[in-house]
């Protein structure tokens, strides 16, 4: 074994015998890399074995401040070696952790470790010993709805955390009361997306009431969260005693007009309210909507709403895509593969079960001619609950 000249073992050979005893195969890229400061393992199937070892590691490195570990399957065994890692070594500054199958486990443990001000997942740390988490980026991680009442609590514990993204994790009903819970006492987060969840009415009308006590958040995305105009209705009563929040994005829910009149009501009454973009862009809106926009412009300029156009009225003719199905099928024809085979090959463990983000991220390396929209389009179809797995049963 070789010897480092204070005669302990080198850092390569740590890592070489950690991966011999839990039985991996040695990472050669973080062997080239470790004397670097940014490490990007992202891609790179580690397990949660392959991140046992890579703890055992990075418990003695003192080169590595930027670590990406997106996408290695860790789960939350691995976010526990992993954990034990962030207490010893305090040089690292900023990990991703995103699309790790860490579960409800998993969040358990993030929520107790960020109530204690430790390092996780794609974040930016003080440069102190006492370092906290500012960012934190848990998007498609499946925390589904018991996840949802830990991450709750951590909000309500955590006093430095400002950006969060816990988009695609299935937090639903109880899940989505608990974290709305946690934000309503929570004084620091900047940003939250709460994209594609799956939030409902019984959400919104918690979020509603964490936006009435809350003073901090800025930026807040909860689109595709079937949110109806009963939805809005009940964000739309924490909004009036809002005067903090600057950007709304509910984009992809399913609301008419009339609660998108009753979103823009709700935000121009009061001279008080502070919000600069509203993001509402599947909404065809009418005459009495783009009326009351223009009236709110005079008092309002800095004011920003997206929407998808005017009923009955279509300004600009959207150019025509293919089908993406379609698109599919060619592409298979051509090279005379069958569309089972081709889910089979993106299926893992033959589940017929596959991750949303597994699946985009497929079709974009297989060269497949679709653009963000028929992308998007095809998830839709094939994901019609919004789960975030795709079953190609």
Known sequence: MKQTPTGSASGEDVYKQACNEVGVVPTSYFIRQMSQTRMNLKHHGLGPRGAHALAVALK????????????????????IHLVQVLRENNKIQELDLTNNHLGVKGSDVLSRILMDNLSLSSLTLAHKTNFRVTKLDLSHNEFCEKGGEYLGQMLAANEGLQELNLSWNHIRMKGAIALSAGLRVNGMLKFLDLSY??????????????????SSLLHLNISCNRISDEGVRLICKGLESNDTMRVLKMSRNPITVEGAITLLSSITKRPENRIEELDISNVLVNEQFLYLLDSASTSRPALHVLFA???????????SRPDPMRVIQDFLDE???RL?????????????RIPVSEFCRYMTAAGLPLDAAQMESL????????????DYR
Do not use: C, Y
């Open 60 to 79: 003695t490195n003192t080169s590595i401040i930027h670590l990406n570990l997106e996408d290695n399957w860790i789960e939350a065994v691995g976010l």
């Open 197 to 214: 969840n799956g939030f409902g009415n019984e959400g919104a009308l918690a979020l509603g009431e964490a936006l009435r006590m809350n």
């Open 379 to 390: 998830v839709q179809r094939l994901d019609k609950d919004q789960t975030g797995i795709i």
């Open 309 to 319: 156009g005017k009923k009955g009225f279509i300004t600009k003719k959207r150019p």
């Open 340 to 352: 089972l085979d081709f889910f089979k090959n993106m299926d893992k463990d033959g589940s017929m």
């Open 335 to 337: 090279r005379k593969l």
